[in-house]
Nanobody, 123 residues
Framework: QLQLVESGGGLVQPGGSLRLSCAAS????????IGWFRQAPGKEREGVSC???????NYADSVKGRFTISRDFAKNTVYLQMNSLKPEDTAIYYC?????????????????WGQGTQVPVSS
């Protein structure tokens, strides 16, 4: 049974940092693409970052230079390091997975989802 569990969310001040984790079970990371998405209050879910099975990464323009996606194969976990956080980064963050070969920022292109973790950015 494929499962994704996010953790690491919490209240952070503007300019601060946070690292989100997405622990995967039921499949191995080297065979899957993993995406991070977020949904702010009153807005649609949007793609934030993605890593393919071969390690290619991409980022939304709004987070380039501030967020970094990485994988730990030993822990079967994907991370999203978020630096220089802004109030507009406030959202519920989700990780997603499947076995397609290229990244996509459209949530309808993904098959498996975690439950999400909240990230409020506020002073």
């Amino acid at each position: 049974q494929l499962q994704l569990v996010e953790s690491g969310g919490g209240l952070v001040q503007p300019g601060g940092s946070l690292r989100l984790s997405c622990a995967a079970s039921g499949f191995r990371l080297p065979y899957a693409r993993i995406g991070w998405f977020r949904q702010a209050p009153g807005k649609e879910r949007e793609g934030v970052s993605c890593v393919t099975s071969v390690g290619s990464t991409n980022y939304a323009d709004s987070v380039k230079g501030r967020f970094t996606i990485s994988r730990d194969f030993a822990k079967n976990t994907v991370y999203l390091q978020m630096n220089s956080l802004k109030p507009e980064d406030t959202a519920i963050y989700y990780c997603a997975a499947d076995f397609k070969s290229v990244c996509s920022g459209r949530d309808s292109d993904w098959n498996y989802w975690g439950q999400g973790t909240q990230v409020p950015v506020s002073s």
